[in-house]
């Protein structure tokens, strides 16, 4: 009994929410709504309505921006990533790099094989 004592106290002190308060929180998701309304005046507003900006590589790359700062958000606060010790957030970190070093390794083979397989005798251009 008193080891079980001792295991819910201690659970308690370094619970998962450790600094997520409800104004934390909430803070985390206004800001979330925020980025979420941003990419939709951009996507809406400014490009199909207004026809301020172009579809494109600036375009893509203010996406792309603006999903991985909601991406970091989310998992620095809602999977609690913040408050684990910096180890463990290391050891996250490289593992998505390379996850996302192997997706380009593959995108640029895919394209050398694809203009190389159109180039082939068995693959003639329309």
Known sequence: MAQ??????????????????????WSVF???????????????????????LEKGMFLNVIYITLTLIKAYYIVAFF?????????????????????VYFIALLLIEGDYLLYHFQEHPLYPHP
Do not use: N, P, Y
């Open 30 to 52: 206004f800001v979330l709504l925020a980025l979420t309304a941003l990419e939709f005046l951009l996507a809406l507003g400014f490009v199909h309505h207004w026809g301020i």
């Open 79 to 99: 999977m609690h990533l913040k408050f684990e010790k910096s180890g463990f957030i290391i050891t996250c970190a490289v593992g998505f790099i390379l996850i």
């Open 4 to 25: 079980h004592d001792h295991i819910a106290a201690s659970h308690t002190e370094h619970g998962h929410g450790e600094g997520m308060d409800k104004k934390r929180i």
